[in-house]
């Protein structure tokens, strides 16, 4: 009894003193805070840009131990901890930490990882992904042929899990890096990674591969970085002139009721995956009676009268479906609309109040100060499971968007410095789980914004939707309408998803003067790199592979509720035909 006692009263004490040390934070300075909640609502202001604790190597080794387990996260635009995250708790048996732990938990990003090539990566990784209680976290895996295709999918209890080091180069054999393992919940497994020595310096990233859930594994938290040497690639003008280096993991996440009542991580994919094979009768989407509902798992805790618009589609298998399309979007910035019902778009609603939320370090437009003049590398490295990013960099003071100096990519160091393809330069994409490192100079006056700029040409996005009001109840109305994204907030489109404008990362300027390093378009870097240019050398082999896929061919379960094949040589995945090139030889 006393015991149990104990702890609410710790917790108690805890809060108190945090609450005190938050107020006194806000009254002697005037400094961003980076406390959990700090953006959040009306009264929230921007963070101070951190990174990730960083775990490095020791005497060649870095020894750790990851727990990857159902955790609740602080996020600076929500005000209360957010449940329903997927984290890994840290404990370093051999090794630093960039804040002097040797344990810690529940960090959003998971832990930046770093060691040397030729160093050795040892991984402690238990699976203790059970006793879950996360509604919308269930295996998307295919409905087998005959099979009944469930109204809802079946929430885990437990999950299997693995460990993929994207990028390094290792062997994928056995219990090493192998994608195919699977880490039953109360199991782990010990990886020991060598690192060669003739790896090339640069920013890779780490997370959970188990095939049917890397997506939401991924999403859910179970992600991090994970540098070889340097992540700017080891240049040696970055050496010769001290410049500084960041690394930026970008990631996005879906709270639905940030600023209300509804603190949890909400799974995107939700309306993708629930069956609607049966469509509704009568008058079943009016009285809330119609199940599936497509609406969050957690509608009726949020606020009441909250709306929840998505794209509609129910009836057998089809290219018409385009569920999920808007997923990714903000519900401020579609708009609905049906014959008694007129929804606008809500563009003017602070940023920090949108249900999805574009992050860097899982910070929501954090604040950067820099020296006027300072060049500095980034590491750019996108380890979201879905999210497409184009970026756009703005200096405020002339309105000019500079260009992309490009200095390495997926971490290999470029020979010679590069632009973006987009906008004449200026504009970088950049897909789930890439990398990027690029030079950038803060301006001599004014501020410098990092942003996803709308899409030149996009077209509006308008299909059939369906409109949820929460009524407090397990039986929230539904109309259906149209649903409407405009172009003007269309960052990137691929006909599958679209993704929304947002500011990512505020850089105002600090006390002092930089230094600047300039990094013109095919200047030579001279780092070591693996790169061997194939363009020149003659194929001893050509090969043509036709790669296609669909919805509703034969190779698609027609009774499933979304089903899309991706096929190679017209056939997928495992009946794909075996190439076995000889080593040493160059194909074409
Ligand atoms: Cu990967």
Redesign the pocket.
């Known amino acids: 009894m006393v015991v149990r006692r104990g702890k609410p009263i710790v917790a108690l004490a805890v809060a108190v003193v945090a609450s005190m040390t938050l107020m006194l934070t806000a009254c002697t300075s005037d400094e961003p805070t980076t406390a959990g909640g700090g953006n959040a609502g009306p009264d929230g202001t921007p963070v101070a840009y951190q990174e990730p604790v960083k775990l490095s190597s020791e005497n060649g080794v870095l020894e750790v131990r990851l727990s990857a387990h159902q955790g609740t996260v602080d996020l600076d635009t929500v005000s209360e901890p957010v449940s329903g995250f997927l984290v890994f708790g840290y404990k370093v048996l051999q090794g630093t930490s960039s804040d002097g732990s040797t344990t810690g938990d529940d960090v959003y990003p998971a832990p930046t990882l770093r060691v040397d090539p030729g160093e050795r990566l040892i991984i402690h990784y238990d699976n203790d992904l059970r006793n879950l209680t996360i509604e919308d976290f269930y295996d998307p895996a295919f409905t087998p042929a005959g099979g009944e295709v469930p109204i809802y999918p079946p929430a885990l209890e437990s999950a299997p899990l693995n460990l ?1 080091t ?2 390094v180069h290792v062997s994928p054999d056995g219990n090493a890096d192998n994608v195919l393992l699977d880490i039953p919940a109360g199991m782990g497994n010990v990886y020991d990674y060598a690192v060669p020595k003739d790896m090339p310096n640069g920013l890779y ?3 959970s ?1 188990r095939h049917t859930m ?1 997506a939401q594994q ?1 999403y859910a938290g179970l992600a991090g970085l994970l540098e070889i040497g340097r992540p700017d690639g080891n240049l040696p003008l970055v050496t010769q002139d001290d410049i500084p280096i960041r690394d930026m993991a970008l990631q996005y996440n879906f709270v639905f009721d940030r600023k209300g009542n509804g603190h949890q991580l909400n799974d995107p994919n939700w309306p993708q995956f629930v069956s609607t094979l049966t469509p509704p009768e009568g008058t079943q989407l009016a009285d809330g009676t119609y199940e599936p509902s497509l609406a969050p798992v957690n509608f009726s805790e949020t606020t009441e009268g909250s709306p929840y618009v998505t794209n509609w589609y129910s009836g057998p298998l089809s290219p018409a479906n385009h569920r999920g399309q808007n997923q990714f979007v903000p519900g401020n910035l579609q708009s609905f609309s049906s014959d008694s019902t007129n929804i606008p778009a809500d563009p003017s609603l602070p940023d920090n109040e949108r249900d999805v939320q574009y992050t860097v370090n899982g910070q929501f437009q954090p604040e950067l100060k820099l020296k006027p003049g300072q060049t500095e590398i980034w590491s750019l490295a996108n380890i979201s499971d879905f999210a497409y990013m184009p970026l756009r960099l703005t200096e405020t003071a002339t309105g000019n968007h500079p260009k992309f100096s490009v200095v390495g990519q997926d971490g290999n160091p470029f020979t010679q410095v590069q632009l973006p393809v987009g906008g004449d330069g200026t504009r970088l994409v950049i897909p ?2 890439s990398r990027y490192a690029i030079a950038v100079t803060m301006p001599d006056t004014g501020d410098l914004v990092l942003d996803m700029p709308p899409l030149d040409g996009a077209k509006p996005v308008t299909n059939p939707g369906v409109l949820y009001t929460n009524n407090g109840t397990d039986n929230p109305p539904a109309e259906l309408g149209t649903v409407t994204v405009d172009p003007s907030v269309i960052s990137y489109a691929d006909g599958f998803f679209t993704f929304p404008t947002q500011t990512l990362l505020h850089i105002t300027p600090d006390s002092g003067e930089g230094r600047t390093t300039p990094f013109e378009p095919g200047q030579n870097l001279d780092a070591y790199t693996s790169f061997v240019d194939t363009s020149v050398m003659t194929p001893d082999v050509k090969r043509t592979l036709t790669v296609s896929g669909g919805f509703g061919n034969e190779k698609a379960s027609n009774s499933d509720p979304k089903a899309f094949t991706y096929e190679f040589a017209d056939n997928t995945f495992p009946n794909i035909p075996l190439i076995q090139p000889r080593l040493n030889s160059v194909e074409e």
């Open positions: 993929h994207h990028g990233w780490y997370h591969h890397t991924t789930p789980g």
